[in-house]
């Protein structure tokens, strides 16, 4: 069974960068397809993007189209997700998943391994 661990959140102001990393111990990290989600308070969990199990393709939510960047890195057991530009309606907690089916997708149900989450605070 695979565990994960995100790092990386914090405070920054708008137009600011962050990366979050999302680290896997126990099964095999690559044989998962993975994805971020975020969720705002008093919203619903919402998907931001994804990667299949080799990182050649991605998909990403509309809202951070150009702006966020996420891939993996096999042999470190570990996906990124590079957050530039980023703006106040980007606060939320992130979750990393893995999903045990190949492809990506953007339900969360369709993920069956999560994380703890992650704070990021977007604020001047």
């Known amino acids: 069974q695979v565990q994960l661990v995100e790092s990386g959140g914090g405070l920054v102001q708008p137009g600011g960068s962050l990366r979050l990393s999302c680290t896997a111990s126990g099964r095999t990290f690559s044989s998962n397809a993975m994805g971020w989600f975020r969720q705002a308070p008093g919203h619903e969990r919402e998907f931001v993007a994804a990667?299949?199990?080799?990182?050649?393709?991605?998909s990403y939510t509309d809202s951070v189209k150009g702006r966020f960047t996420i891939s993996r890195d096999n042999a470190k057991n570990t996906m990124y997700l590079q957050m530039n530009s980023l703006k106040p309606e980007d606060t939320a907690v992130y979750y990393c998943?893995?999903?045990?089916?190949?492809?990506?997708?953007?339900?969360?149900?369709?993920?069956?391994?999560w994380g703890q989450g992650t704070q990021v605070t977007v604020s001047s």
């Open positions: 990667i299949n199990r080799n990182g050649a393709s991605t």
């Open positions: 998943a893995a999903k045990f089916r190949p492809g990506t997708s953007s339900y969360w149900g369709d993920y069956n391994i």
